[in-house]
């Protein structure tokens, strides 16, 4: 009887540890990025497409994909920083 109730606390630390508690700092992670986000920075959105920031206002952004082109998304569409490696 002691066991079992050992092991079910034991299972709910070991699910908590390595499913709930990351996935709450990557939550975290991404909405100080989001908030964070300034014109200048290179980003990708969540359907893949590449760009730099042009400016932000509110929910929304405006990236610059190409030389004149300008594509505004919702913050949320943001999915990550586009690192750009410069050559040596």
Same mark, same amino acid.
């Given at each position: 009887?002691?066991?079992? $109730?050992? !092991?079910?606390?034991? &299972?709910?630390?070991?699910?908590?540890?390595?499913? $709930?508690?990351?996935?709450?700092? /990557?939550?975290? +992670?991404?909405?100080?990025? &989001?908030?964070?986000? /300034? /014109?200048? +920075?290179? %980003? %990708? #959105? &969540?359907?893949?497409?590449?760009?730099?920031?042009?400016? %932000?206002?509110? #929910?929304? &952004? #405006?990236?610059? %994909? +190409? /030389?004149? !082109?300008?594509l505004t998304f919702e913050k #949320?569409? $943001?999915?990550?920083e586009a690192t750009v490696k410069?050559p040596a």
């Amino acid at each position: 009887m002691v066991w079992n $109730i050992v !092991l079910w606390v034991g &299972i709910f630390v070991v699910f908590y540890f390595f499913m $709930i508690r990351p996935q709450q700092k /990557k939550q975290k +992670d991404q909405k100080n990025f &989001i908030e964070n986000l /300034k /014109k200048g +920075d290179g %980003v %990708v #959105t &969540i359907g893949g497409l590449h760009g730099k920031v042009y400016s %932000v206002e509110g #929910t929304t &952004i #405006t990236l610059e %994909v +190409d /030389k004149g !082109l300008k594509l505004t998304f919702e913050k #949320t569409a $943001i999915s990550r920083e586009a690192t750009v490696k410069l050559p040596a």
